[in-house]
């Protein structure tokens, strides 16, 4: 049953306020799986109002303080307490709630979230804004009729909430045939290189989508607001099929290792050859897969966007070099460092990503790369 309160039972809100500097915090944790919390979020602007939809995973038990602050942008060094809102429970699990936060339009673009966890401060940044514009007014459904949070899904079958009922939804439909990124010592192809509409409908009730195609939805076509959601097949974020397994060996195979993997007349063996020739038993071999995969996943999860999440910048780095040490950003970038190795996004925004993060690719890369793809294949 959904209930309707202020102070929740494991967040104590704090009154006091003073400016944080976002781009000075190391936000590793971010997308490391064993942080203690992890965050997500998804807009909803709802005439003059926000809907914060925030799914947080964090041991229940413990004691967690949390602020809500307002920002302009990454660098402001004063802030503003939220303090006229709603909170409304939608859905508790063991190590898992889902929140709704509603409050009144506000002028900043940032909403920050700090959470204070035995003595560790942990900070999210919400944009309230998809770069100049709106977060639509409507919002996806799962079957259980709980609010989507996810950039992708898995079920068939879907469903809006929306200001009306009857509001009509327009639906843009594309194949995602996109590329894997380019290496870092490479030249980035273009975002919408392979790019091709499948079809246009429209709906004012529940809809049926196909796998592995993107779509992207409005309520006003004359707008440039919308929402971006994949398809993908009912295991996703994991690969299971055979296709899905061979692709992401591209960020660490030749291009004739992976042709030869693709073209044998029994695929799935050449892909089992292809790991035991490159690890000393069946059982580095395996291990080795399950390492690897698990990080394909874990990019997937993190960095799904209109396109599977292995295949962004982001998702090849993470699959490669792994959780970063160290994670910086601000308004128009990103940096992740791996002791004394840095690679820099820049973050920028097209009609289906309201902020999409480009490797900034340079020569010097080179032999980073090279040595680490050797590590990998020598299993250190």
């Known amino acids: 049953m959904k209930s309707t309160f202020i102070l929740l039972c494991f967040l104590l809100f704090l009154s006091s306020v003073s400016g944080i500097d976002l781009s000075k915090f190391n936000t590793a944790y971010w997308y490391d799986p064993a942080a203690p919390l992890t965050v997500k979020s998804r807009v909803v602007q709802r005439s003059d109002n926000h809907n914060v939809f925030l799914s947080l995973r964090c041991n229940l038990s413990d004691t967690i303080n949390m602020r809500l602050l307002l920002q302009t942008n990454y660098f402001d060094d004063t802030d503003r307490l939220l303090q006229a809102y709603e909170i409304d429970t939608l859905e508790g699990m063991a190590d898992q709630i889902l929140l709704k936060l509603t409050f009144k339009e506000v002028s900043e673009q940032l909403l920050v979230l700090e959470f204070e966890l035995a003595g560790t401060y942990y900070y999210y940044p919400i944009n309230l804004k998809r770069g100049r514009l709106n977060h639509p007014q409507f919002y996806p459904l799962q079957i259980n009729g709980i609010p989507l949070i996810s950039s992708f899904l898995t079920s068939s079958s879907l469903k ?88 992401p060996l591209t960020y660490f195979t030749s291009r004739s290792e992976l042709d030869e993997i693709r073209n044998s007349k029994d695929p799935r063996i050449a892909f089992e050859n292809f790991w035991l020739n490159i690890h000393i038993s069946p059982e580095a071999a395996g291990a080795a897969i399950r390492s690897y995969y698990r990080a394909v996943k874990k990019a997937n999860e993190l960095f799904t966007s209109y396109k599977e999440g292995w295949k962004t910048d982001r998702g090849m780095v993470y699959i490669i070099f792994g959780n970063p040490d160290r994670v910086f950003r601000d308004n128009k970038k990103e940096f992740w460092l791996y002791g004394d190795i840095r690679f820099e996004y820049k973050i920028i925004s097209n009609l289906f990503a309201p902020k999409m993060y480009v490797l ?14 050797t590590d990998l294949r020598s299993a250190l």
Request: net charge negative.
């Open 160 to 247: 809006f909430n929306r200001d009306y009922a009857q509001d009509t939804l327009y639906f843009f439909q594309y194949k995602a045939d996109f590329q894997p990124a380019d290496p870092p010592t490479g030249i980035a192809q273009s975002a919408v290189s392979r790019l091709l509409m499948d079809s246009v409908f429209i709906s004012t009730q529940e809809v049926s989508l196909l796998q592995n195609h993107f779509y992207f939805i409005q309520s006003d076509t004359l707008s440039l607001e919308g929402l971006t959601l994949f398809m993908g097949p009912k295991h996703y974020p994991d690969m299971k099929l055979m296709d899905e397994l061979i692709s």
């Open 360 to 373: 900034l690719r340079d020569k010097g890369y080179e032999k980073i790369w090279i040595k680490k793809i």
